[in-house]
């Protein structure tokens, strides 16, 4: 299909800070969507969100647009087309010649871009563009006869009724993806330069996600044994994270500041790494502690894509997925494994909700053979 209206980067003349909006194909502004996406500034979402949510809206206006559907009088019946339309119609070709296999969108991958939809939907309601009655039947009261763990339902169960979306697929809940020590291993050693075996090494070590990572500065570096003398009370060597906006659009999702330890193999990255920035004279006035060394701009701020194209050569290298996230399971799966408290772990990763420490409880691979191999040999004994 081709799309009449498309996500573009914007950057702003005053602050060269970064927005996004949609556009058509004379390079006018989709209004309302471009409204959209400056809510979501607003409302302190992460540019990483941001960009993910206009893709999605120009997506629905495309289609909107091709099937003739009016996009802000579009009813059940049309977002029902649309969210079969997203599983059934072929993805584009990633390179320049045809496609060897036809490549489809996961019914996960529609449920998330219909849930950008209907916020959007639902933000125009607010705003007058959309009719109140299409905002309202998006989703329908349902009682929780299952609570999930942590969830409170108030002294009189009053929150055990909740709005719930009426359209999406039904989908399999996938467990989260980690890598093993031996692949974090294999991840450091396929770095070529000082900068990035420290980016791997620190996010394996500390949990923290990319966006953190990339918004550290330099006075968050506590990495000594005592830091008094920054006027810090954290003994030994740690890292501080902490939500703020950042020249190169990174931003913690927690609004809680934290500090992390840091192993001495960190420290010990970190040192070699401070060593290979010093050769570039552009990264001396840089505050961000991870900036780029090898192609311009030299010395600004690390960005999201660089480190997306970083970890793309490093799997493409190792053979196997690798993910910046990735690296954060595995942080949290091996803390839950080594029986760190789950208080603890879940302060180090930054979640606001004891609920979020649920998905690194399952049982190892290794705990299921343990398992079936114990009750086998208990009944060959008996017999």
């Not at 996004?20 to 959209?36: C, K, P, R, T, Y």
Request: glycine share 8%; aromatic share 8%; proline share 4%.
């Amino acid at each position: 299909m081709i799309g009449k209206y498309r996500a573009e980067r914007a950057l702003s003349p005053v602050d060269e800070s970064v927005a996004w909006v949609v556009v058509d194909e004379a390079f006018a502004l989709h209004m309302e969507a471009s409204s959209f996406l400056a809510e979501l500034r607003s409302a302190g979402r992460s540019p990483n969100t941001e960009r993910v949510y206009a893709g999605r809206v120009a997506l629905y206006l495309c289609w909107c647009a091709e099937h003739g559907v009016d996009w802000s009088q579009a009813g059940m019946l049309d977002l029902g087309r649309f969210l079969r339309w997203l599983v059934a119609e072929p993805l584009p070709s990633r390179g320049r010649g045809p496609a060897l296999e036809a490549r489809y969108r996961r019914e996960s991958t529609a449920n998330a871009v219909m849930t950008t939809v209907c916020e959007f939907l639902r933000f125009g309601a607010r705003n007058g563009w959309v009719p109140t009655e299409i905002s309202a039947s998006l989703s329908e009261p349902r009682h929780l006869s299952y609570l999930p763990a942590g969830y409170d339902p108030g002294e009189d169960g009053q929150f055990r009724t909740v709005r719930a979306r009426n359209l999406k697929y039904a989908v399999a809940v996938e467990g989260y993806e980690w890598l093993t020590y031996e692949q974090v291993d294999l991840l450091v050693a396929a770095t070529r330069r000082a900068r990035d075996r420290f980016l791997v090494g620190m996010l394996s070590c500390t949990g923290m996600r990319i966006g953190e990572a990339l918004g550290l500065r330099r006075e968050d570096m506590h990495l000594l044994s005592h830091s008094g003398a920054l006027g810090c009370q954290v003994t030994g060597p740690h890292v501080h994270v902490r939500r703020r906006r950042n020249p190169n659009g990174a931003l913690a999702k927690s609004r809680v500041s934290r500090s992390i330890p840091v192993t001495e193999e960190v420290v010990a990255l970190y040192a070699d790494y401070l060593h290979e920035r010093g050769g570039v004279r552009e990264a001396e006035d840089c505050e961000m502690v991870f900036v780029n060394l090898f192609r311009g701009p030299l010395g600004r701020a690390m960005t999201y894509a660089s480190a997306k194209d970083l970890f793309d050569r490093l799997a493409r290298k190792v053979g196997f997925t690798a993910r910046p996230h990735m690296l954060r399971h595995s942080a949290a799966t091996r803390w839950v494994r080594a029986g760190v408290d789950r208080d603890v772990v879940q302060t180090l990763m930054g979640h606001a909700s004891a609920s979020s420490m649920d998905p690194y409880l399952h049982a190892s691979d290794t705990d299921l053979r343990d398992a079936v191999e114990r009750v086998g040999a208990a009944q060959g004994a008996r017999r």
